[in-house]
């Protein structure tokens, strides 16, 4: 008598059989080991990630247009140095000319034209001198415009450059209400990670001006099916063409930050995806390179700012981060000790 299989112990071997299957085949989704990492939502951890949104927008939007100021300031610089060369030998060669004049007369200079030819050829020359003075002369107007034009724009870009520093210093004030805000998450100074051998990424696109452009949540998120900005998939695919190729998540809907808005993305630390578990050995070493590659590459993809291990960078220097208040890796979503956290301008 062939013996009964309780059905829950059948649909429990099936649905074992039915996994086994699907690794043999190659058909296995690629999902994290598990549920996208809860960082936390709460009434501080929400006007935290907001201050610190704002103040890194801002830091790096002036730092964008200072560094565009300073790129044309450079070459108006260079244009009015050309102009004042030639500005001045021309002013040499008028001058030449008028000291001869002084000195001769017309008439002693018209006898300096004069080279045993007939009345035909002194003509000549006489027009030929007066078309010679009529050009320099028309040249010393048009450099002369052209240096005050210069010189005007140069004025100008002075003047841009001390707005933008000015504007730097406003965001240092907002990057103090940060770190403030940072007080309550431990934002003490930190080491953090920094790695001097980090490859370059490739620049993401910019305006003619150096400006970053405004970008919505427009693009296809490969990692969830939501949507991500442009600028933040170009990140995300830098980052895996550099060797960061382990499971990654962006686009979360609900809740605060920047994933709802397809301007953050979660790296898994983890061969396998998303763990309970702190990241040791070669998990938390390749977390510490990936943070360390955002970082050194912040101003090339529009990085605001990155959290990894109970640290975040943000505004060009590490600090200690706790967002749940617990002891450094009480609760690895929230400490982001099993993902590095990226937002992206």
């Known amino acids: 008598m062939t013996p009964t299989v309780p059905r829950r112990r059948r649909s429990a071997r099936l649905a074992v059989l039915l996994a086994a299957l699907l690794v043999v085949t190659g058909l296995a989704p690629a999902a994290p080991a ?5 960082e936390g939502s709460s009434k501080t951890l929400k006007q935290l990630r907001e201050n610190l949104d704002a103040a890194a927008k801002g830091y790096l939007e002036a730092q964008a247009a200072l560094e565009a100021s300073e790129v ?10 050309a102009a004042e060369t030639e500005l001045e030998g021309l002013r040499q060669n008028v001058a030449a000319y008028a000291a001869e004049a002084y000195k001769t007369g017309k008439l002693g200079l018209v006898s300096l034209m004069i080279d045993g030819s ?4 002194l003509l000549a020359k006489a027009g030929a001198m007066d078309r010679m003075t009529q050009r320099d002369q028309s040249k010393m107007r048009d450099y002369r415009t052209r240096k005050q034009e210069v010189t005007a724009k140069k004025a100008a870009i002075n003047v841009q450059v001390k707005l933008q520093q000015d504007a730097l210093k406003e965001i240092e004030k907002r990057k103090k209400a940060a770190e403030k805000a940072l007080a309550v998450a431990d934002g003490r100074n930190s080491s953090g990670y920094i790695n001097a051998n980090s490859p370059l990424a490739k620049p993401a696109p910019r305006n003619s001006d150096g400006s970053w452009p405004k970008e919505s949540c427009s693009i296809d998120d490969p990692t969830t099916g939501g949507c991500i900005t442009p600028r933040t998939l170009h990140a995300m695919n830098q980052a895996k063409a ?4 382990r499971y990654v998540s962006c686009y979360r809907s609900g809740g605060d930050g920047e994933h709802p808005k397809g301007r953050a993305c979660d790296h898994a630390s983890a061969t396998d995806g998303f763990k309970n578990s702190s990241a040791s050995g070669g998990d938390r070493t390749y977390g510490n390179n990936l943070a360390a590659f955002y970082v050194k590459n912040a101003s090339r993809l529009g990085v605001m700012y990155v959290i990894w291990y109970c640290q975040i960078w943000v505004n060009g220097a590490w600090k200690r981060y706790s967002s749940t208040g617990s002891t450094c890796g009480d609760s690895p979503a929230g400490d982001h000790t099993n993902h590095v956290h990226v937002s992206i301008l």
């Open 34 to 38: 598990l549920a996208e990492p809860n």
């Open 72 to 81: 044309s300031q450079k070459a108006l610089a260079a244009e009015l140095t």
């Open 118 to 121: 007939g009345p035909g050829s």
């Open 242 to 245: 550099n060797g960061f190729k």
